[in-house]
């Protein structure tokens, strides 16, 4: 700043946000957080300084600070904080050390949104016998809660996630009016019982296409991943606000639903499903070519054959046809017994609950209960009953 013609270097530049007592004091801080393993990022340094400058009367929200004043602050104080990577603002001559929280039994979160945009409370599946209800102390209102051996779903979890919460929130005039839900191939999605509950209720189960949920479904293209960065992220904050404690099952419900409410944005949702539905070169041939791998036993030639269109796929198919031709034939020279089996259904791009599935499945069923026990069964139940010595 100029005065009487001369620069005063006490006053240098434009004035900062926070005076030098205050931004000394916000740098100790740092410092001392970061000692304890709790250090400041770039994006939590900014969030806390826009909380302070709220709280101080100097701005009018509590919004994070910009970048600029970000990359500001670190060159005014270049010989006290840095940022290394993590990305953990630390001291300059010390290796920025972190805490976090031991891994937990494993929690399960069912989540459902349509193509408008509309979502359903989180309902989280805890590991335990008991359910408390302190589990859901500060979670989003309407969220439920259940409790399974594993921690897993399970088909009863799921069948109660639907009757009691799912068809709680799903909006529709009346119960005759159908419902499609796309799901994956979880063997919990799945059984007679669940299929036939589902077509009592007018709920129409569609599992998608095998290793293709990645591209195919809404929530993991657009939501589930972001999910996971707001939810370490506000485990690190929650760390920081309680120096010393850990994340235990009792605190779970309340951040992933602070991270629920920002991934599950309305506007994200609807935007990926219209990509999805209406866009049908919005996934390309070579994004599901990965899938090839669990579809096919030679997926490299299959590749090539896609790459090469038409008419190499028809030669492919064509010459896959007949050396499984010859191998049946081969097979059926040698007269040799094939070996008792069955072919479990295949839910993969199929609707659950229609006839012919709940048929394959009540069919599959009935075959593995007459199924007599294999051959490695019968000698592992001889060695643990051996014959009588005489």
């Not at 209800?133 to 309407?142: D, K, R, S, V």
Request: charged content about 25%; overall charge positive.
């Amino acid at each position: 700043m100029l005065v009487n013609g001369r620069i005063d270097s006490d006053n240098y530049g434009k004035e900062t946000l926070f005076s030098s007592e205050e931004e000394l004091g916000l740098v100790e801080h740092a410092e001392n957080s970061a000692r304890l393993g709790y250090g400041y990022s770039n994006t939590s340094m900014q969030r806390f300084a826009g909380e302070l400058a709220y709280k101080l009367g100097k701005r009018p929200s509590d919004e994070p600070l910009s970048n600029c004043w970000l990359y500001s602050f670190l060159k005014r104080w270049y010989d006290r904080p840095r940022s290394p990577p993590p990305n953990s603002i630390a001291l300059t001559k010390e290796k920025a050390h972190a805490v976090t929280s031991p891994r937990s039994a494993t929690t399960t979160l069912i989540a459902f949104a349509n193509a408008a945009g509309a979502c359903i409370p989180p309902y989280f599946v805890f590991k335990g016998k008991r359910y408390n209800e302190e589990l859901l102390e500060g979670a989003t209102p309407g969220a439920r809660a259940t409790m399974s051996d594993s921690g897993w779903s399970t088909t009863y979890v799921f069948k109660d996630y639907l009757e009691n919460h799912f068809l709680k929130y799903a909006a529709r005039t009346d119960e005759n009016q159908p419902i499609l839900l796309l799901l994956d191939g979880h063997t919990t999605h799945t059984t007679p019982e669940l299929t036939r509950w589902a077509r009592s209720k007018n709920l129409h189960l569609f599992c998608l296409p095998a290793h293709s949920y990645h591209l195919l479904q809404p929530l993991d293209v657009a939501v589930f991943g972001p999910f996971k960065r707001y939810y370490y992220s506000e485990c690190a904050s929650f760390m920081k606000e309680n120096i010393g404690k850990a994340v235990t099952m009792y605190d779970m419900a309340r951040i992933a639903c602070k991270a629920s409410l920002k991934a599950m944005s309305p506007w994200n949702i609807v935007l990926v499903s219209m990509k999805l539905a209406l866009n049908k070169h919005a996934i390309s041939d070579v994004q599901l070519m990965p899938c090839e791998a669990f579809r096919d036993e030679t997926p490299v030639l299959k590749c090539r054959a896609i790459q090469s269109r038409k008419h190499a796929v028809d030669a492919y198919l064509e010459r896959k046809l007949t050396v499984n031709a010859i191998c049946s034939c081969l097979y059926n020279c040698q007269k040799k017994k094939p070996p008792p089996s069955i072919k479990k259904h295949d839910p993969s791009g199929k609707e659950i609950t229609s006839d012919e599935f709940l048929e394959d499945m009540e069919m599959y069923a009935s075959q593995k209960e007459n199924l007599p026990p294999s051959s490695d069964m019968a000698r592992k139940s001889e060695s643990r009953h051996p014959w009588p010595l005489t």
